[in-house]
């Protein structure tokens, strides 16, 4: 097993995730902008993770993710193989020739045991004690960024000559 990009993306978006989740579901477009990740990639990373129910949608206004159990219950070794494809780490076992193969297929179980044993939780709550900034309300969008006032109507004449009309009466 190697460490792909797809593993190391999904673990800091669900850290990301994690940290922002109280405020309720979490928008992939906010993840991508904050982690820098395309969101189309992370719509592929978070369709997978949704398939091994390690993350749950909501849809419509005010949708997003959010975890789909609690976070001291997932590991980065599920993360990692949820997201990444089985074929690209069975060709690289299968490149190594008979006699190293059986060190890197030990080598391979050492690394999923040892990220079987980091929780999410354990890494988010190393991100809130390094000092992560994490807002308590998502960020809304205004429609308009200052209040919309509406003119004030008068039974007033407009002009000098209205003005004059009005004494004509």
């Given at each position: 097993?190697?460490?792909?990009?797809?593993?190391?993306?999904?673990?800091?978006?669900?850290?990301?995730?994690?940290?922002?989740?109280?405020?309720?579901?979490v928008a992939l477009a906010t993840i991508s902008a904050r982690q820098q990740v395309s969101l189309s990639y992370l719509e592929q990373l978070f369709s997978r993770l949704r398939r091994d129910g390690i993350v749950e949608s909501t849809r419509g206004p005010g949708g997003g993710y959010?975890?789909?159990?609690?976070?001291?219950?997932?590991?980065?070794?599920?993360?990692?193989?949820?997201?990444?494809?089985?074929?690209?780490?069975?060709?690289?076992?299968?490149?190594?020739?008979?006699?190293?193969?059986?060190?890197?297929?030990?080598?391979?179980?050492?690394?999923?045991?040892?990220?079987?044993?980091?929780?999410?939780?354990?890494?988010?709550?190393?991100?809130?004690?390094?000092?992560?900034?994490?807002?308590?309300?998502?960020?809304?969008?205004?429609?308009?960024?200052?209040?919309?006032?509406?003119?004030?109507?008068?039974?007033?004449?407009?002009?000098?000559?209205?003005?004059?009309?009005?004494?004509?009466?």
């Amino acid at each position: 097993m190697r460490m792909s990009t797809k593993g190391r993306f999904a673990v800091n978006a669900l850290i990301d995730l994690a940290l922002r989740e109280a405020a309720g579901p979490v928008a992939l477009a906010t993840i991508s902008a904050r982690q820098q990740v395309s969101l189309s990639y992370l719509e592929q990373l978070f369709s997978r993770l949704r398939r091994d129910g390690i993350v749950e949608s909501t849809r419509g206004p005010g949708g997003g993710y959010t975890l789909g159990r609690p976070a001291a219950r997932i590991t980065v070794a599920e993360i990692v193989t949820a997201v990444d494809d089985p074929l690209e780490n069975a060709e690289a076992e299968n490149a190594a020739d008979g006699l190293s193969q059986a060190l890197w297929l030990r080598l391979n179980a050492t690394m999923l045991q040892h990220m079987a044993a980091i929780t999410l939780q354990s890494l988010v709550e190393e991100q809130k004690t390094q000092g992560a900034i994490v807002e308590s309300r998502p960020a809304r969008r205004a429609i308009a960024s200052q209040p919309v006032v509406k003119p004030l109507r008068t039974k007033a004449p407009n002009s000098v000559f209205a003005f004059g009309r009005s004494f004509a009466r």
